[in-house]
């Protein structure tokens, strides 16, 4: 979910000489409410709403309190992961405004207290620890980049190593957190002492200090690494694994690609951890079958199915209570968390709102959220891909659309034998649509998590192959079966990956997200190669320019 800033003018569509045209032209949709219940401003259904309440006292639908309701179902205090991970970064992560008390009874947590020994990220750590101005940040987050990818001592980065050790309570808490079984990170919309807002405005403060605290975790490892401590090292790679699998399996799409981030992480280092971590075969295997051990990385097509399709939902339902000028105005700016956004529609406006048939816009903004999901959740990837484009060309044909509330009036007070319920669902999904990101590049991120897991099953098999046989095999077949079962096909090609035997090494690789074979060169070489490759030796890290 990406926060918006609203716009604040209002367009008043409907006035009192423009009642008996519309009454002519759209049907009455309002269902009755059960006695000392609010009468639905929706109709109300799997097919409509998706979710039928629960409803506020005006009779819309608490669209946040359905998604948490599901999000955080089954979820006991003790076993979510980011009970701990809060106790871990304190009740303000990134600093200023807390979160409202319903995030952390959703939890079934108390707030953390004002203070503790809670995680300090690194740019904190130089100013109030280190006391360096602005101008000496970038040469210490190349180092903590550089800490976190190859092996080093205390003596290379005496600043990270600092921050390390300020950070040492905080990072047994987060390691802890990462052995529990489920996580649920309740989506909210507005900070303490703040009206709720939509949910195109979710608040994550706490993914971003966790992706900080996996590159700790990484960071750590390679000086354990560096110091000979590899046991150690091994057990802060895997915390980082399982830091970014469950952070990955929140409610939210940033969620999923912050997790797929977070295994990135820990999977750069694991391969400085095979060159250099000095192990039997039995140890490497080990280490192998922990890895393979770990959950599946979360599908992003859930986040799609459940959080991006209530946005979308609320969006309609946006509309039907502040009226049409919020569609202009978020698909300009969005809205942020100031509500009310604009002022209610006047009586005549209310009117034309109620008798509206809203059932073929929330039916149309379901039908091709169904679509997209199933698309999504197809294993292969070209016959994925076939599926997605045969969606996407009706999702932008809606984004094409009309999203002015000037032009939306002009539909709705043209020719009579328009369909107006069909035109403005087309105007309020295409703006609902224009919101919804680039799935396709979350499904490739997706599926760049996965391929570079089957790669380091290859290059843990190899390691093993090496310490049997003090070189590495002429065909990746000869790893099979005894160190690896079978090996795994590129996810992307669908063909076996590329192997080629060098004089101190090797080289392999997997074709990437474009399907062309990139000479194993990847986005680090140039932004048009995107090959996912494993080369051993290592080579060198770039300098910063």
């Excluded at 130089?126 to 360096?132: G, R, Y």
């Excluded at 802060?236 to 797929?260: F, K, M, N």
């Excluded at 599946?296 to 209570?321: C, G, N, S, Y």
């Excluded at 539909?411 to 319920?421: A, C």
């Amino acid at each position: 979910m990406i926060r918006l800033k609203a716009g604040r003018n209002d367009f008043r569509l409907f006035g009192s000489n423009s009642m008996s045209l519309i009454g002519s032209l759209i049907i009455p949709c309002l269902v009755l409410a059960a006695d000392g219940q609010p009468a639905p401003k929706l109709p109300l259904g799997k097919d409509t709403t998706y979710v039928t309440g629960p409803l506020d006292k005006e009779g819309y639908i608490d669209y946040e309190a359905a998604l948490n309701d599901r999000l955080g179902k089954g979820v006991l205090p003790e076993k979510n992961a980011n009970v701990l991970l809060w106790k871990a970064l304190g009740p303000t992560p990134e600093g200023g405004k807390r979160m409202p008390a319903d995030f952390f009874k959703r939890m079934g947590m108390d707030e953390p207290p004002k203070d503790g020994a809670y995680f300090i990220a690194l740019r904190q750590f130089m100013k109030d620890q280190l006391k360096l101005g602005p101008d000496k940040f970038d040469a210490i987050y190349d180092q903590q980049s550089r800490a976190a990818q190859r092996p080093w001592a205390a003596k290379d980065y005496p600043n990270i190593a600092a921050w390390l050790e300020a950070n040492e309570k905080p990072l047994v808490v987060v390691a802890e957190a990462t052995r529990r079984p489920d996580y649920f990170n309740p989506l909210v919309t507005h900070w303490i002492d703040e009206k709720p807002g939509g949910l195109t405005g979710i608040l994550l403060p706490g993914i971003q200090t966790c992706r900080e605290c996996a590159v700790a975790l990484a960071a750590r490892a390679m000086l354990r690494v560096g110091e000979g401590k590899f046991d150690e090292a091994w057990q802060d790679l895997l915390a980082c694994h399982r830091l970014g699998l469950l952070v990955g399996r929140g409610g939210s799409t940033i969620e999923g690609l912050v997790g797929v981030a977070i295994d990135a992480i820990a999977s750069r280092a694991d391969l400085a951890y095979i060159e250099r971590a000095d192990l039997t075969v039995k140890q490497t295997q080990d280490r192998q079958n922990d890895l393979l051990g770990l959950p599946a990385t979360p599908p992003m097509a859930d986040k799609i199915d459940l959080a991006e399709r209530l946005t979308h939902l609320e969006l309609v339902q946006m509309i039907r209570q502040r009226g049409f000028g919020r569609l202009e105005a978020l698909s300009h700016d969005g809205p942020d968390h100031d509500r009310p956004y604009t002022p209610k529609p006047g009586p005549d406006g209310e009117k034309a709102l109620t008798a509206m048939d809203w059932a073929p816009a929330l039916r149309d903004c379901n039908h091709l959220y169904d679509r997209l999901v199933a698309a999504m959740r197809v294993k292969d990837r070209a016959d994925r891909d076939k599926q997605l484009k045969r969606v996407q060309q009706d999702i932008f044909a809606l984004r094409d659309g009309p999203s002015e509330s000037a032009k939306i009036a002009e539909i709705l007070l043209g020719p009579p034998d328009k369909s107006v319920s069909k035109a403005v669902s087309r105007a309020i999904n295409g703006v609902g649509f224009r919101m919804l990101g680039p799935y396709g590049k979350v499904l490739n991120a997706h599926d760049r998590d996965v391929q570079v897991q089957r790669n380091l099953q290859v290059a843990f098999a190899l390691a093993a192959y090496h310490r049997d046989h003090g070189d590495y095999p002429a065909k990746l077949d000869n790893i099979a079966p005894k160190y690896l079962a079978t090996i795994p096909d590129d996810l992307f090609s669908g063909k076996a990956l590329i192997y080629h035997p060098t004089d101190k090494g090797y080289l392999f690789y997997s074709v990437g997200p474009n399907g062309k074979d990139d000479g194993g060169r990847s986005l680090t070489n140039d932004l048009n190669d995107d090959d996912l490759p494993v080369t051993m030796p290592l080579p060198e890290l770039k300098k910063k320019l």
